[in-house]
């Protein structure tokens, strides 16, 4: 028997096309067949705020409260859109409500968490979340929750050596650090030349989809950016079992290819090694070449723009299920390159870690991360730790 088709997951594929208006036709049509529902006013009210409409999407949280007061998503929802109106008292208290609410997934709780913890140190707003408009979970597992108990450990080369000795399943968590010695620049110094809200949100790619591919020039430029000491290390590692990254740029791929190693990899914000037309479905081949054509953005034969296969603000991390299951059966994750300001790639060493995994950070600083979990954490560019682990000095 084929399932019916359900309405707010058609509403889903859509947002995630960057396509408010189909979604919310979606929504409401689901709101016309099966009456008036929480979860279908947070979606409505995600939607607003994809656009920017902070007041309608306050508007459809409070309806969504109103028909359920426990509701936590739209608590979760509600808070940020406040937040973002200065709204902060009143966010926090909805943050709250949304821990011990229903409707949650793990990562979202601990999203929610970290948010009100952020709030609750006085910080005047949600800095990372300005532009990650809450989504509805699809599949919601009983939350386990936990109470955060953060620790920073000193760890030393030979620590990290033994470690990596001992572990029988290691997962890798990489950012954007991983590829600065490969030329690359890291998020940060983009947004310093970029309107960050502007470059990378789905919706703004259907209205003037040249200022990403203007983003995709600036970030890679002209030349080839070879995988460096660190991509070849962790290619290397004894008893890896997956990659997770938030990177775009595919070189832990090169790095695995010319180590002969066929480790997972998972991109959980896609890559810029593919692109498609957004008309026809047609692949193009590696955004990083196409970026140089005179005339941005490139489009297909058919007339279609063409887009990398990159997740946008709006648009939901790829493989995030398969990448909790892999860090929480892991006994060492090691984080590296990480701003971990990110959701969901932040949540990941919160969840291995409460699974009981050793976490390591290979970091110059320790991130926000030891605020939630021991972290053991080795100091340094990770090019330099990573180098430093395959040989035998002490
Ligand atoms: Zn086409």
Redo the contacts with the bound molecule.
């Keep these: 028997m084929r399932r019916p088709v359900d309405e707010l997951e058609l509403a889903t594929r859509a947002r995630e096309e960057g396509d408010v208006a189909t979604s919310r036709a979606w929504v409401l049509s689901h709101l016309a067949k099966h009456g008036d529902a929480p979860d279908a006013r947070v979606f409505l009210g995600s939607l607003a705020h994809l656009e920017g409409d902070l007041d309608e999407a306050v508007r459809c949280h409070r309806r969504a409260l109103s028909l359920r007061p426990d509701h936590a998503p739209a608590h979760a929802s509600l808070a940020v859109a406040l937040a973002q109106r200065g709204e902060l008292a009143t966010a926090r208290a909805h943050l709250e409500a949304s821990l011990e609410g229903e409707g949650l997934d793990d990562v979202a709780w601990l999203r929610a968490e970290r948010q009100r913890a952020s709030l609750a140190l006085g910080g005047d707003a949600l800095p990372h979340e300005r532009v990650a408009t809450p989504m509805l979970a699809r599949s919601v597992r009983a939350p386990r929750r936990i109470t955060a108990h953060g620790e920073t450990i000193a760890c030393s080369i030979a620590s990290l050596r033994d470690h990596v000795a001992r572990a029988r399943t290691i997962v890798v968590l990489s950012g954007a650090g991983v590829s600065r010695a490969s030329g690359l620049e890291t998020r940060k110094e983009l947004w310093q030349r970029f309107v960050r809200d502007d470059a990378v949100s789905a919706v703004r790619f259907r209205e003037s989809p040249e200022v990403l591919w203007r983003v995709v020039r600036a970030f890679w430029g002209e030349e080839d950016h070879p995988p460096n000491a660190a991509h070849l290390a962790i290619a290397r590692l004894p008893s890896l079992s997956a990659i997770v990254t938030q990177n775009v740029d595919s070189l832990h791929q090169r790095a695995a290819d010319a180590a002969g190693r066929t480790t997972e990899i998972l991109e959980l914000h896609g890559t810029l090694k593919r692109t498609r037309?957004l008309?026809?479905?047609?692949e193009h081949g590696d955004a990083t070449v196409l970026a140089r054509r005179d005339v941005l953005p490139p489009t297909?034969?058919?007339?279609?723009v063409i887009r990398p296969d990159v997740v946008l603000f709006g648009e939901r991390a790829r493989h995030l299920e398969r990448a909790i299951a892999r860090v929480e059966q892991a006994d060492l994750v090691i984080v590296v390159g990480c701003a971990m300001d990110v959701s969901p790639a932040s949540e990941l060493p919160v969840l291995a870690s409460r699974a009981g995994a050793t976490i390591i950070e290979i970091k110059r600083t320790p991130s926000r991360l030891c605020q939630m979990i021991p972290v053991l954490h080795v100091g340094g560019p990770a090019e330099h730790v990573l180098a430093r682990l395959e040989g035998d000095d002490r």
Excluded: D, L, S, T
């Excluded at 008309?279 to 047609?282: F, I, K, S, T, W």
């Excluded at 297909?300 to 279609?304: E, F, P």
């Design positions: 037309c008309a026809c479905a047609r297909c034969a058919c007339g279609g």
